[in-house]
């Protein structure tokens, strides 16, 4: 069965470094996303990503991120200058689009990001 | 703006006995509504959906859920649970019609099974 993949599983970095976050999204999918999850709180949207461009994005997505399809197979989430409250696990999801497809988001596995 | 209630953070339960994990949310406008599974160390999974239709959905591993418009609650439900359903399980929805595909999460609620 196809599925979302990420890289990697843990990231350790220093506060105020660059980070990327790698997803490769389920292949005939066209519309990818973003979430986090601090520990113990809520699985939160970050962005979502269509047709090369950013559909939609939360009051977290602020000019520290960004999001890139550099191929056509991956699909990444940039933090320019990482800080202490970035430190979450984050998920990356796919859908189709067609019919009730679009409202079926897989997620990947998730990249734990701890900041220091 | 959306908000969705999961009113147990914890659900302990023997293996074997039924279990109600439940499910409110904010809304005045049509949702769709999701229950998604976080097993140990991995992502989350979709166990069922509710789009339109029928309101008692069916989803994997012999969970199901019903839709209450008017009580504004998703609850999930199970007859009988095993110890391979200990995971977290997550609630959420997303606003129909607004040309959003944002999902909407609760908290969550760890249940744990058992023996």
């Known amino acids: 069965e196809p599925e979302v993949t990420q890289t990697p599983s843990h990231q350790v970095t220093q506060m105020g470094q660059e980070v990327i976050l790698r997803c490769v999204p389920i292949?005939?999918?066209?519309?990818f996303y973003w979430y986090r999850q601090i520990l113990g709180q809520k699985v939160e949207f970050l962005v979502s990503?269509?047709?090369?461009?950013?559909?939609?994005k939360s009051e977290i997505f602020d000019d520290q991120f960004s999001v890139e399809r550099p191929d056509g197979s991956n699909f990444t989430l940039k933090i320019r200058s990482t800080k202490l409250e970035d430190s979450a696990m984050y998920f990356c999801?796919?859908?189709?689009?067609?019919?009730?497809?679009?409202?079926?988001?897989?997620f990947g596995p998730g990249t734990r990001l701890t900041v220091t | 703006a959306q908000s969705v209630t999961q009113l147990d953070s914890q659900v302990p339960v023997f293996e074997e006995a039924p279990v109600e994990l439940r499910c409110n949310y904010s809304?005045?406008?049509?949702?769709?509504l999701f229950w998604y599974v976080q097993y140990p160390n991995q992502g989350l999974q979709l166990l069922l959906k509710?789009?339109?239709?029928?309101?008692l959905v069916k989803g994997i591993n012999g969970f199901e859920a019903e839709f209450n418009k008017s009580q504004t609650s998703f609850h999930l439900r199970k007859p009988s649970v095993h110890i391979s359903d200990t995971a977290e399980y997550f609630c959420?929805?997303?606003?129909?019609?607004?040309?959003?595909?944002?999902?909407?999460f609760g908290k969550g609620t760890k249940l744990s099974v058992i023996p």
């Open positions: 999801a796919s859908s189709d689009l067609s019919g009730q497809g679009r409202y079926e988001q897989y």
């Open positions: 292949s005939n999918h066209l519309y």
């Open positions: 990503f269509y047709n090369n461009e950013i559909s939609e």
């Open positions: 809304s005045s406008v049509s949702v769709y």
């Open positions: 509710y789009l339109s239709g029928s309101t």
């Open positions: 959420a929805v997303i606003t129909s019609g607004a040309g959003s595909y944002q999902l909407t």
